[in-house]
C-alpha cells in the first residue's frame, strides 16, 4: 500500500469517525467541562485532519493554519481555565 492509500482508507474515515464521536459528547456533555473539553478535542482532531492533509497534498503552507489553530486552542483553554478559577 502507498502512502496515499493509508490516509484515503486509514486515516481520514479514522479522524473522521472520532470527530462524530467527540460531537456526541459536546451535545451529551453533562457539565460545561465536558463540553469544553470536547470542543478541545475537536479543534485538536481538525488540526490532525489539516496536518495529514497537507502531507497528503504536500503543501506545508497548511501546517502554518494549523499552528495557529493549536494556539488559538490552547488559548481558549487557558482562558476557560482562568474563568473556571475565578468563579470558585
Known amino acids: 500500500m502507498t502512502l496515499d492509500l493509508y490516509?484515503?482508507?486509514?486515516?481520514?474515515?479514522?479522524?473522521?469517525?472520532?470527530?462524530?464521536?467527540?460531537?456526541?459528547r459536546l451535545f451529551k456533555g453533562p457539565e460545561v467541562v465536558d463540553r469544553v473539553i470536547a470542543l478541545d478535542l475537536i479543534i485538536t482532531i481538525g488540526i490532525g485532519l489539516i496536518t495529514a492533509y497537507s502531507i497528503r497534498s504536500g503543501q506545508a503552507l497548511f501546517l502554518d493554519v494549523a499552528m495557529i489553530l493549536a494556539l488559538i486552542?490552547?488559548?481558549?483553554?487557558?482562558?476557560?481555565?482562568?474563568?473556571?478559577?475565578?468563579k470558585k
Do not use: E, N, Q, R
Request: aromatic letters at 28%.
Open 7 to 24: 490516509f484515503d482508507y486509514l486515516i481520514f474515515p479514522l479522524l473522521t469517525i472520532s470527530v462524530i464521536l467527540v460531537f456526541y
Open 73 to 86: 486552542a490552547f488559548l481558549g483553554t487557558i482562558a476557560f481555565a482562568f474563568y473556571l478559577d475565578k
